[in-house]
């Protein structure tokens, strides 16, 4: 099952925008990951959040974290064509181990 | 680092058939995981090993599958007697044990299966 629910589904902007995607998530989290993905391919880390970490910055991304109302967003700042993929966030949780739980992801699309 | 890797990148079987896929991990990271991928969905946790323990299970995986990590280092992934809902991306990832057990996944692009 799915722990996270992204939004929106999909995203479509333009070039040198800022595009902005969110992740609800339902139990306690020890962190909270965002991953990249193209198509057809495998995931890749982006950006990795503690609970007790508000906020996150990684060159063009930015990741805020509320754990009071169990959701996190990702900025990426004035988006590239080659930032078209879906971004997935993941949640590590609170006594659930070691493995990664996913959300449904968000497909990006940045047109030139 | 070469990258996690997967073989093979694709596989058609007919359902009935067994199938097993192989991932190469990172060679110093001893966390090996397994996730399955459909369209339109985030990978789905199967199972993970720290070095050959296979320390934890998804309810997800049928008795028909299993997974195994010889000597700690590559794995295998097994599918008996596949059916068309095992179609699907799976994943392989590896990470090393970090600081509070915090480690991102690096993950290999996957084996794409499809029964027919």
């Known amino acids: 099952s799915q722990q996270g629910e992204e939004d929106p589904q999909a995203l479509s902007i333009q070039e040198g925008e800022n595009a902005t995607m969110n992740c609800s998530y339902k139990t306690s989290i020890n962190n909270l990951q965002w991953y990249r993905q193209n198509s057809g391919r495998g995931l890749v880390h982006l950006i990795l959040?503690?609970?007790?970490?508000r906020e996150k910055h990684s060159g063009r991304l930015r990741v805020t974290l509320d754990t009071s109302k169990k959701s996190s967003s990702l900025l990426i700042t004035a988006s590239r064509a080659a930032d078209t993929a879906s971004y997935f966030c993941a949640t590590t949780l609170t006594g659930g181990g070691n493995k990664l739980t996913f959300g449904t992801g968000t497909q990006l699309k940045v047109e030139l | 680092d070469t990258g996690v890797s997967q073989d093979p990148r694709h596989k058609i079987t007919k359902r009935g058939q067994n199938v097993t896929f192989r991932c190469d991990p990172i060679s110093e990271h001893n966390r090996l995981y397994w996730y399955r991928q459909t369209l339109g969905q985030g990978p789905e946790f199967l199972t993970y090993?720290?070095?050959?323990?296979?320390?934890?299970k998804s309810r997800l995986l049928s008795d028909r599958f299993s997974a195994e990590r010889p000597k700690g280092s590559f794995s295998t992934l097994e599918i008996q007697r596949t059916e068309q809902g095992d179609s699907a991306m799976y994943l392989c990832a590896s990470s090393i044990r970090g600081g509070q057990g915090v480690s991102p996944l690096h993950f290999g692009n996957g084996t794409r299966l499809t029964v027919t």
């Open positions: 959040i503690r609970s007790n970490e």
């Open positions: 090993f720290q070095n050959e323990a296979q320390l934890e």
